[in-house]
């Protein structure tokens, strides 16, 4: 792949480290066998994450001939190793962005598939009686700062009104009695859509459903070479290749630029950076006032995310690595675990039992995409989640199959979701671009506004 960061981020053979790793039994070599035969399929996806599966899974129940080939294995990227949000997001736009380009129709449409994405992915556990580690309803957003609090005043009317979604409004009393207290929270609001879960038990459960119906789903299979002749796409992986009237590329962040002409400099990769502590006993969390299971993030531009665990763990992440190294990782660790015990204080003799990382998937327009490539309708995409991707990989994976069988329109899907892929100018900067917006952002969340 192009490797906008160090090496380290992309290595495949390095183990990702995560909490959620340690929760699952590792798949072995015969639960996902790599491609080693030359087959023919009428669709071929590109990616075994929460999309790709999601997506072969749905193929699959419209009758269609589906593989999916995974560069490692089903849930190693972000899919398995993300904060475990299943909650809205998947934009980096602001509610009334959306609305000043695409009016009030499109953008209720695309905040009513984000709470239909909730849904979906409970229905998916429920109907194939996957285990994922339910917790919490909603989520919260943590003003981190009293300026703040109008900002969420903003958004819950928002919310409100064009999104149709339950909300609460809380005074920092409010949050101190019904969720914890610190002195970097300052009230926040509660949005009623969605939950914690476990996202690599989520990812590895939509695998072996989709096996359970037919699927081949090919681990260690990544592409090498892709032509197209005669109406079939060839993928050319290390030891076979699949001949497909229909692929899905499902990458998000670690998209191959190299994959296909189209996808160059479409995609901006970002690190998210997370740890796991050891299990908090109930008198720690008493010291913090801790009493909730609902996911929780702040108001800060670099946000910071957070959540108990079912064994008792605090999970937080928080995004601003731009280098990508395990040398960076571990430097980067220390600034995270400085604002963690400024918010905390006093658990700021915690150990501290996983750290690491993995890339989110942004687009120039802020905004993720669900369609065809404008010169091949035969290549469908469908990535940019913006750092919330597990829901809306999920319902963007039903989308995009239903697509694909041509079972739905596309006005079926919101505009804000079908706007085309852009290309970043001047590509080669994306990563300066990013460090001096970080930069910026660090300033902006010093200060009150």
């Keep these: 792949m192009t490797e906008l960061y160090q090496a380290d981020l992309y290595d495949r053979h390095r183990p990702v480290g995560s909490f959620w790793a340690s929760t699952v039994t590792p798949p072995s070599p015969s639960d996902f066998p790599p491609l080693t035969t030359d087959a023919d399929t009428e669709v071929a996806i590109i990616g075994g994450g929460i999309t790709g599966l999601s997506a072969a899974l749905h193929l699959a129940d419209l009758g269609m001939q589906v593989r999916v080939l995974e560069a490692v294995l089903p849930g190693w990227g972000a899919s398995g190793r993300n904060g475990g949000f299943c ?45 994922i580690d339910r917790q919490g309803q909603g989520e919260i957003k943590v003003a981190h700062h009293p300026s703040r609090i109008p900002h969420l005043e903003t958004e819950m009317a928002f919310y409100e009104d064009v999104a149709d979604y339950p909300c609460e409004l809380w005074s920092k009393k409010d949050l101190g009695d019904r969720a914890f207290h610190s002195p970097a929270a300052h009230g926040a609001l509660w949005v009623k859509v969605g939950f914690g879960l476990n996202p690599m038990k989520y990812s590895l459960g939509l695998a072996r459903a989709g096996q359970r119906k037919g699927v081949p789903i090919h681990a260690n299979s990544p592409i090498i070479a892709w032509e197209k002749a005669d109406g079939w796409h060839w993928l050319h992986t290390p030891s076979g290749s699949v001949r497909a009237r229909q692929v899905l590329i499902a990458t998000n962040g670690y998209t191959q630029e190299s994959l296909h002409p189209h996808l160059r400099s479409r995609m901006l990769p970002v690190i998210s950076h997370i740890f796991t502590t050891r299990p908090l006993t109930p ?30 763990r605090i999970l937080f992440g928080q995004r601003g690595d731009t280098v990508g190294s395990l040398a960076a990782r571990d430097r980067y660790q220390q600034q995270v675990l400085r604002h963690f015990h ?44 913006h750092g919330n991707g597990i829901a809306a990989g999920t319902w963007s994976g039903r989308a995009i199959a239903l697509l694909m069988g041509d079972r739905i329109h596309p006005d079926a899907i919101s505009p804000v979701y079908r706007q085309p892929l852009k290309a970043f100018p001047l590509p080669g900067l994306r990563i300066q671009y990013l460090r001096a917006a970080c930069s910026l952002f660090r300033l902006q969340d010093a200060l009150p506004r």
Aim: hydrophobic share 40%.
């Design 283 to 312: 008198a720690e969390r008493n010291a913090q006032g801790w009493q909730t299971e609902t996911p929780l993030f702040n108001t800060r531009t670099l946000l910071s995310y957070f959540r108990l665990l079912q064994d008792g």
């Design 87 to 131: 909650c809205i997001g998947s934009t980096a736009r602001s509610g009334e962005g959306l609305l000043h380009q695409f009016g009030h129709s499109a953008t209720r449409q695309f905040y009513q598939h984000q709470q239909d994405a909730a849904e979906l992915v409970a229905h998916l556990a429920h109907q194939e009686a996957l285990v």
């Design 342 to 385: 400024q918010m905390f204080p006093a658990w700021g003799d915690i150990e501290v039992t996983h750290v690491w990382n993995g890339l989110m998937g942004f687009s120039l327009n802020l905004t993720p995409y669900i369609g065809f490539l404008e010169d091949d309708r035969s290549v469908a995409c469908s990535l940019a989640y």
